[in-house]
């Protein structure tokens, strides 16, 4: 049953995200991207990391999409009537995926899966000695290559600024 649903959920989390890179419609991707990131963030919960599944609900779906939506919202042209039909033939499959992100969470949430009992979950304290332990020195040196990239950007545009 875990694999089918690991396989379901990574189903899922393809095909919206090839979605958004097809859609023209910028709410249409926001959508896609919302669906691809709760899956996602079920998928962890599956896995057995609630922790990384709560902040990817929190700080993905819940600040970054609305702040695509906010921002889509404010910039977007007004709306030109179509006259091409609202329903097209081979849009149903977000109503698919909505249904079948509804029947996973009701599958986790009604009763206790026995997969759960054998996933030890991982907790931030875990996180924090996994990337602060061994991979202190990577973690630092990815956030020294962080810090040059930001520094090289500002450098950029101030010659090119300076220059105009």
Do not use: C, K
């Not at 097809?22 to 922790?51: T, Y």
């Not at 006259?83 to 996973?104: D, H, K």
């Not at 500002?154 to 220059?163: F, G, M």
């Amino acid at each position: 049953m875990i694999v089918l649903l690991v396989l379901l959920l990574a189903l899922i989390v393809l095909m919206t995200g090839a979605a958004l890179l097809v859609v023209r419609d910028p709410m249409h991707g926001v959508v896609n991207l919302g669906i691809s990131l709760l899956a996602l963030s079920i998928l962890f919960l599956v896995l057995g990391a609630p922790f990384v599944a709560a902040l990817e609900v929190m700080l993905y779906v819940g600040a970054i999409l609305v702040l695509f939506l906010f921002a889509i919202m404010l910039l977007r042209t007004p709306v030109q009537p179509e006259p091409e039909a609202r329903w097209r033939p081979g849009f149903w499959w977000p109503g698919m995926l909505v249904v079948l992100l509804a029947a996973i969470l009701i599958i986790l949430f009604t009763r206790r899966p026995l997969f759960l009992a054998v996933i030890r979950e991982i907790g931030p304290a875990t996180i924090g000695r996994a990337l602060f332990g061994p991979y202190l020195w990577l973690t630092e040196a990815v956030a020294l290559l962080l810090f040059a990239v930001i520094g090289a950007v500002l450098a950029i545009q101030r010659r090119e600024d300076h220059d105009a």
